[in-house]
C-alpha cells in the first residue's frame, strides 16, 4: 500500500474492463444462452413465437436485474 505506485488511468481502464469480461463470462452469457435455450423449447413444444419472444425477454430482464443487485 504505501509506497506503491499509483496505477494510471490506462492501467486502471484495462484492469476495469478485465473485470467486466470476467462478470460478462461468468454471469451474464449463461443468462442469454438459457433464455435462448429456453425459447427454443417453447418454440419446439408449440408455443407462439410472440408469447415466446415475451416470456424469454421478461424471465431474461428478471435475471439481469438480479445481477445487477447483486
Given at each position: 500500500m504505501f509506497g506503491s505506485k499509483?496505477?494510471?488511468?490506462d492501467e486502471?481502464?484495462?484492469?476495469?474492463?478485465a473485470?467486466?469480461?470476467?462478470?460478462?463470462?461468468?454471469?451474464?452469457?449463461?443468462?442469454?444462452d438459457t433464455a435462448d435455450g429456453m425459447?427454443?423449447?417453447l418454440i419446439?413444444?408449440?408455443?407462439?413465437p410472440g408469447i415466446v419472444d415475451y416470456l424469454a425477454g421478461?424471465?431474461?430482464a428478471a435475471m439481469?436485474?438480479?445481477?445487477g443487485a447483486a
Open positions: 499509483t496505477p494510471t488511468v486502471q481502464r484495462e484492469a476495469f474492463m473485470g467486466l469480461m470476467e462478470v460478462r463470462g461468468t454471469y451474464i452469457e449463461p443468462l442469454f425459447r427454443l423449447d419446439a413444444r408449440g408455443w407462439s421478461q424471465w431474461l439481469l436485474a438480479k445481477v
